[in-house]
C-alpha cells in the first residue's frame, strides 16, 4: 500500500513550529546540538552515534546544519516511522 506523502499547508505550518522550538539560536537551521535534542524527544534511547548518522542523513548538502527544507523533506519522507 503506497503512503499518501502530500502534507497539507496546515501540516507543514505545524512542523515549521516544531522546527522552530528546536532552532534554539533561531538562525533558520539545526545544528548537531540541537538536533541530537530533538531525537532525544522523539526517541529517548537514542544513542550519539545514531544521532550522528541520522543527522548525515538528513543534512543533504552535508554543511554542518539542517535547514527548513531539509527538515521538512526528511519528515515528509519518513513520518510514518516515528
Not at 499518501?4 to 538562525?27: G, W
Amino acid at each position: 500500500m503506497s503512503q499518501d506523502k502530500t502534507l497539507s499547508p496546515e501540516q507543514v505550518e505545524k512542523i515549521r513550529e516544531d522546527f522552530a522550538f528546536f532552532d534554539k539560536d533561531q538562525n533558520g537551521r539545526i545544528d548537531q546540538d540541537e538536533f541530537f535534542e530533538l531525537l532525544t524527544v522523539l526517541s529517548p534511547k537514542i544513542k550519539p552515534h545514531q544521532a550522528q548518522e541520522g543527522f548525515s542523513l538528513i543534512d543533504k548538502n552535508g554543511d554542518g546544519v539542517v535547514d527548513f527544507e531539509e527538515f521538512l523533506d526528511w519528515w515528509q519522507n519518513n513520518w510514518w516511522e516515528y
